[in-house]
């Protein structure tokens, strides 16, 4: 049987150097960030969408205005999320 020497696998000697430690954590950063404010966007856009369909004015002029507060209860649900997603796992 031969002896191996060093790591076995598919993985480039160059894997374990800094420079390619350091770009993965960039990439992990700009991917993070970019997350980030699509999140914003988005919730920016609901937001929007919200205010011109009038929803917190449906809700103090119709006795049923069911869908009114669920989409608030939706748009405070997403901000929870998004409030949890910015934070992470510490």
């Known amino acids: 049987m031969s002896e191996f020497h060093g790591k076995v696998g598919f993985a480039s000697p160059a894997a374990d150097s800094k420079c390619v430690k350091r770009r993965h954590v960039a990439i992990e950063l700009i991917a993070t960030v970019a997350l980030a404010v ?26 049923d205005a069911s869908l009114a507060i669920g989409a608030v209860a939706v748009l405070v649900m997403a901000r929870v999320g998004g409030i949890g997603g910015l934070t992470g796992n510490k």
């Open 38 to 63: 699509s999140l914003i966007i988005a919730v920016t856009a609901v937001s929007i969408g919200a205010a011109r369909a009038q929803v917190l004015g449906a809700v103090a002029h119709n006795k």
